[in-house]
Nanobody, 131 residues
C-alpha cells in the first residue's frame, strides 16, 4: 500500500520560512514526478510545484507563478522523499499543503500542474502565515 506522509507544517510570521517533508512508502518514486499542492479554505486545490526526473539522477522543478522565487523543491531519491522549502512566506500562503505523486514517469510540462495527473496523495499539513 502506497503512503505519502507530510511533516513540517506550522505557524509562522510573514517573511518567515518553513520546510515541508513528504516521505513515500510502498513503492519507489525516484523516477516519477512528486510535488506539492495546497488548498485554502473555500478554494480549489491548487498547484504549488513539482519535481520531475529527467534522467541521469537529475531532476527539474516546476512552480506556480505565485511561489516561484520563494519556494524550492528538492528530492532525496535514496529516501523516497521530497521537500518544499518555503521562504518569504505571505499570509496568502496559508493553506493545507498536500504532497502528491504521479505514476506517469513522462508527465509533460503542460500536464504537471493538473492535479488529475497525480495518483497518490498525502493527508495534508497545515501552514499558517500570520502576524
Amino acid at each position: 500500500q502506497v503512503q505519502l506522509v507530510e511533516s513540517g507544517g506550522g505557524s509562522v510570521q510573514p517573511g518567515g520560512s518553513l520546510r515541508l517533508s513528504c516521505a513515500a512508502s510502498g513503492r519507489t518514486f525516484s523516477n516519477y514526478p512528486m510535488g506539492w499542492f495546497r488548498q485554502a479554505p473555500g478554494k480549489e486545490r491548487e498547484f504549488v510545484g513539482t519535481s520531475r526526473w529527467i534522467g541521469g539522477g537529475a531532476y527539474t522543478a516546476y512552480y506556480s507563478d505565485s511561489v516561484r522565487g520563494r519556494f524550492t523543491i528538492s528530492r532525496d531519491s535514496t529516501k523516497n522523499t521530497v521537500f518544499l522549502q518555503m521562504n518569504s512566506l505571505k499570509p496568502e500562503d496559508t493553506a493545507v499543503y498536500y504532497c502528491a505523486a504521479s505514476s506517469t514517469r513522462g508527465l509533460i510540462a503542460g500536464n504537471i500542474p493538473n492535479k488529475a495527473n497525480y495518483d497518490y496523495w498525502g493527508q495534508g499539513t497545515q501552514v499558517t502565515v500570520s502576524s
